[in-house]
Structure formats: structure tokens, C-alpha cells
């Protein structure tokens, strides 16, 4: 059973009690809540604007790429495509080396979208980090960085796996 953290007089912390996990949830929640309601009019959710976002920056990716940058896999990335692709966001080219690799494009149609993801990102983000002086945002980042890395390791590791 792991210890509790203690402070200098030896008393577990209340902190200690507070897990991390319920920080990174509620934040995760909040932000799912906030995109929705922001993209609603444009016809997508917060699960396609990162495929939308990187299919624009990346033109031609294919799916396995995709779901390679953002770690997922690939029936996300292609279900997130499908959507996209429906909105008419995105077009889809069979690769012209292997015919079996889909190549993505986001179409002129997406660019709005795109704009109004860029800029209510950069709001959400200057809202997490609202009062933080720059050492701090950057702080903030690393430590999260760290935690992504670790949380990956261990699955893959098979550790954590919940099966």
C-alpha cells in the first residue's frame, strides 16, 4: 500500500488525498464541454478538431500517420476521418505509390472551421493558464509532458494494461 504524503511534522497531507487523476479529469471534461459547444455550428465535435487541425497542416498524411501523431488508433483516426470527410472538411486520394494508403486533405470548406479551432484553442489555453507567469507555463507543460510519457511507458509495458 503506497505511503501518504507527510509534511514536515511528520501529518499526511490533505493534498495527498486529492489525486491527481481528478485535476486531469476535470480539465479533460471541461475542455471536451467548452470545443463541443464551440464547434457545434460547424457540424463537429472536440474528437475531429485535432484530425482537422493536423490533416491541414500535414496535407496528404495518411491514416496510420495520423493516428501515430496523436496516439491513437487507427479505428479512431478512421472514424474521426469518416466524419470529417462526411462534413466535407476533408478529402480522401488513393496514394499514388501504394493504392492501398488513403492520402487526407482538408478542403477549402474546412478552412473556417480550422480558424475558429486555432482561436478558441488559444483562449481555452490562456484560461488553464490565466495568473501563471511564463516559468510557470512552462513548468506546467513539462510536468504534464513527463506524465503523458510515463502513462504511455506503462501501458506499453503492459503494466497497465486493464485487461
Not at 485535476?23 to 470545443?35: E, G, P, V
Request: hydrophobic letters at 35%; one cysteine or more; a positive charge.
Amino acid at each position: 500500500m503506497p505511503m501518504a504524503n507527510t509534511n514536515q511534522k511528520g501529518r499526511a497531507s490533505m493534498k495527498a488525498n486529492y489525486p491527481i487523476n481528478r485535476h486531469i479529469s476535470t480539465i479533460y471534461r471541461l475542455s471536451q464541454a467548452y470545443f463541443d459547444k464551440k464547434l457545434k455550428p460547424y457540424g463537429i465535435g472536440c474528437g475531429q478538431q485535432f484530425f482537422l487541425l493536423r490533416i491541414h497542416e500535414h496535407p496528404g498524411i495518411s491514416v496510420l500517420e495520423l493516428a501515430q501523431s496523436g496516439h491513437y488508433d487507427n479505428g479512431t483516426a478512421t472514424r474521426a476521418i469518416q466524419k470529417l470527410e462526411q462534413q466535407g472538411y476533408v478529402r480522401c486520394e488513393q496514394g499514388s505509390l501504394d493504392k492501398r494508403v488513403r492520402r487526407i486533405y482538408a478542403t477549402e470548406a474546412a478552412l473556417p472551421v480550422i480558424e475558429k479551432t486555432r482561436e478558441i484553442t488559444a483562449i481555452w489555453r490562456g484560461k488553464l493558464t490565466d495568473g501563471f507567469t511564463d516559468e510557470e507555463r512552462e513548468q506546467a507543460l513539462a510536468l504534464l509532458e513527463r506524465m503523458s510519457q510515463n502513462a504511455r511507458a506503462f501501458v506499453r509495458q503492459g503494466d497497465g494494461d486493464p485487461t
